[in-house]
C-alpha cells in the first residue's frame, strides 16, 4: 500500500498570503496524484489531478507541481472560501489512498 | 449536471447488514467507473471500493474485502454498496462518487450517514 502523508497537519493564514501544502508518497506514483477540498459539511471536490491539471471550474489560483514522491498545492492568493481541509490522494495503484488531510484556517 | 444521491442508511447493529444505492443523473452512467469513498466521524478520507463501467472489475480495501460487495444496474443507473458483517468502526458517511478518469473520484454526491452501534 502507498501511504500518502500530509504537512502540516494545520495551518493559519491570511487572506491573500500564499499557501503551499506538501504530500508525500512512500513510493513513487509518477503523476498519479490528485488534490481534493473539502468544507465543513460539504463533499470533497476534486481540485487537481495528474499533478497540475486543474478540474472543471477551479481557478488558476490553484496550481500543483512534482512528481515521484514530492508534491505540493500552491494557492497563489488564498480567498475566503479556500478555507478547508485539503487531501492529497494517490491513484498510481490499489489500494487507493489519501493522506491524512492539511487543514488551512484562519489566522 | 452531474448528480448522486445515497441512501440507505442510517442505523444497524455490529453483525448487521446495510445495502447503499447511489442515483446518479446528469451523465452516461455506463461508461464511467464509480466508487464508495468513507469518511469516519472527525476523521480524513478512506476509499472503500472500485467498479469498472462495465460492472466487471472490481477492487476494494483490505477493511472491508470479503464482506463489502461493490455492484451497479447500468440500465437503472444505480450504484450499490451491499455490506455485511458490519463492525462498529464503519461507522462514517460514506459517499459514491463518478471516475473523470482512472482512480480519480471527480464527482461526489453528498454522502449518506451509517451507524453501526449496538
Known amino acids: 500500500e502507498t501511504v500518502m502523508t500530509q504537512s502540516p497537519a494545520t495551518l493559519s493564514v491570511s487572506p491573500g498570503e500564499r499557501v503551499t501544502l506538501s504530500c508525500r508518497a512512500s513510493q513513487s506514483i509518477s503523476t498519479n496524484l490528485a488534490w481534493y477540498h473539502q468544507k465543513p459539511g460539504q463533499a470533497p471536490r476534486l481540485l487537481i489531478y495528474?499533478?497540475?491539471i486543474r478540474a472543471t471550474g477551479i481557478p488558476a489560483r490553484f496550481s500543483g507541481s512534482g512528481s515521484g514522491t514530492e508534491f505540493t498545492l500552491t494557492i497563489s492568493s488564498l480567498q475566503s472560501e479556500d478555507f478547508a481541509v485539503y487531501y492529497c490522494?494517490?491513484?498510481?495503484?490499489?489500494?487507493?489512498?489519501f493522506g491524512g488531510g492539511t487543514k488551512v484556517e484562519i489566522k | 449536471e452531474v448528480q448522486l444521491l445515497e441512501s440507505g442508511g442510517p442505523l444497524t447493529q455490529p453483525g448487521g447488514s446495510l445495502r447503499l444505492s447511489c442515483a446518479a443523473s446528469g451523465f452516461t452512467f455506463s461508461a464511467h467507473a464509480m466508487d464508495w469513498v468513507r469518511q469516519a466521524p472527525r476523521k480524513g478520507l478512506e476509499w472503500v471500493a472500485t467498479?469498472?463501467?462495465?460492472?466487471?472489475?472490481?477492487h476494494y480495501a483490505d477493511s472491508v474485502k470479503g464482506r463489502f460487495t461493490i455492484s451497479r444496474d447500468n440500465s437503472k443507473n444505480i450504484l450499490y454498496l451491499q455490506m455485511n458483517g458490519l463492525k462498529t468502526e464503519d461507522t462514517a458517511v460514506y459517499y459514491c462518487?463518478?471516475?473523470?478518469?482512472?482512480?480519480?473520484?471527480?464527482?461526489w454526491g453528498q454522502g449518506t450517514l451509517v451507524t453501526v452501534s449496538s
Open positions: 467498479i469498472g463501467a462495465s460492472g466487471i472489475t472490481t
Open positions: 490522494q494517490q491513484y498510481n495503484n490499489w489500494p487507493l489512498t
Open positions: 462518487a463518478k471516475d473523470v478518469g482512472p482512480g480519480i473520484p471527480g464527482d
Open positions: 495528474g499533478v497540475s
